[in-house]
């Protein structure tokens, strides 16, 4: 039967011979440049790279790629993603909360985000998306898996409290993902509120404030008295207007998962931010291990809606499982292929767990000796 040499692979789609070598030690294969696939372990390393293999007609092996090409499109201006971060109980969500005029935190189960919402607003001067984060956890792990979904970070210190743990952490994630942070000192209402001091407990992190010479966006807030929301807002839409985010809407789409659940009756449903392209009802997808073709779709305010353009954060039913937070989300051109490239997945992810499990076994054993 036919086969393919890890180079001629590498080089069919466009990545690194030792791209894909490292793909494959991953998977338990030691490969070198001249080492020749099988066709089965070949779809595996190529799934990873956003590829599919098939053995065409004549017995030779066809690289396709998930998501072809497209000509003819155009970049344009996109709403900035929007993720607000700090510590517990600072006002992340009470902040939200402010700029929608909704109110969110006081539905909550003990006033904390149990999840990740995102919403999309729209201010005078253009579209904003937010995320709420539950804490850093879910961040982290998206980043760790290579999601970048955000453009600019609020981070959230409570004027009576000042810089604590998880503020710390905030900055470190902003700072490693390269993303400007904007701050909003909060509760400037509350009598032991010292504003002063958070400017300088955060200038010790680099975050110098403009009137001090730096470079950092401050916004004194409160969220509870409505106090310098539109002044947040307005400051967010700046720091955007620099950073000219762009996506094309006329692709397929593509996105990230942001949170997905089994839900009673409706089955896997998966809140997604689209980031280039456009999603739309009735397109194949495949989401992390999982594939589908989108039954329907429904915006932050509950609405049905037909189709969710880039930046706007939109869940999806019509899912064959519940994908991780952090999973691409990437729209294909048939069934076919999303569910090839589902099962060739799933296939790898049960190798590797049966990789960690006999590892573990054997560990033990050794344990035991
Ligand atoms: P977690 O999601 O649990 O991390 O908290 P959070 O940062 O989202 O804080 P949340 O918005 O739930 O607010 C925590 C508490 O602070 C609530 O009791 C809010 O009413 C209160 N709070 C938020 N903003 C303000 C403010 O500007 N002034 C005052 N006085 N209280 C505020
Ligand atoms: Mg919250």
Redesign the pocket.
């Given at each position: 039967f036919e086969t393919i040499t890890v180079g001629d692979l590498a080089k069919r789609m466009g990545v690194k011979a030792s791209e894909v070598i490292a793909q494959l030690m991953g998977l338990g294969v030691m490969a070198t440049v001249n080492q020749a696939l099988d066709v089965d372990t070949a779809t595996l390393v190529a799934a990873d790279f956003g590829y599919e293999v098939e053995q065409g007609m004549t017995e030779e092996i066809e690289i396709m790629q998930l998501q072809e090409q497209e000509e003819g499109g155009e970049e344009q201006p996109r709403p900035p993603v929007v993720t607000?971060m700090?510590?517990?109980?600072?006002?992340?969500?009470?902040?939200?909360?402010a700029i929608r005029k909704t109110d969110v935190?006081?539905g909550?189960a003990g006033?904390?985000?149990q999840h990740i919402g995102a919403y999309h607003v729209q201010a005078s001067s253009g579209g904003v998306t937010f995320v709420?984060?539950?804490?850093h956890a879910a961040f982290t792990e998206m980043r760790s898996r290579g999601a970048q979904v955000t453009d600019i970070v609020v981070l959230?210190v409570?004027a009576?409290d000042g810089v604590m743990d998880?503020t710390r952490e905030a900055i470190a994630h902003a700072k490693a993902a390269g993303v400007p942070i904007v701050v909003a000192v909060?509760?400037?209402?509350?009598d032991n509120a010292d504003p002063e001091r958070v400017k300088r407990e955060l200038g010790e992190f680099g975050l110098i404030p403009e009137e001090w010479g730096g470079d950092t966006i401050y916004c004194e807030?409160?969220?509870?008295?409505n106090?310098g929301i539109d002044e947040l807002l307005e400051n967010i839409q700046l720091q955007a207007e620099i950073l000219e985010l762009k996506a094309d809407p006329s692709r397929k789409a593509r996105g990230t998962v942001i949170e997905a659940q089994l839900h009673k009756g409706r089955g896997p449903v998966a809140t997604v931010l689209v980031q280039e392209g456009t999603l739309r009802v009735g397109d194949y997808f495949v989401a992390g291990l999982y594939s589908g073709k989108v039954r329907s779709l429904t915006n932050d305010r509950g609405e049905q809606v037909r189709e969710a353009g880039p930046a706007m954060p939109v869940e999806v039913q019509g899912l064959s499982g519940v994908p991780s937070a952090g999973d691409e989300f990437v729209v294909v051109k048939d069934e076919k292929m999303a569910k090839s490239v589902s099962a060739s997945r799933q296939l790898k992810a049960r190798e590797t767990e049966l990789a960690s499990a006999s590892k573990v076994s054997l560990d033990n054993l050794f344990e035991k000796i």
């Open positions: 607000v700090g510590h517990v109980d600072h006002g992340k969500t009470s902040i939200l909360d935190a006081s909550e006033g904390i985000t709420d984060t539950p804490g959230v409570a009576d998880q909060n509760k400037i209402d509350k807030t409160s969220a509870k008295r106090i």
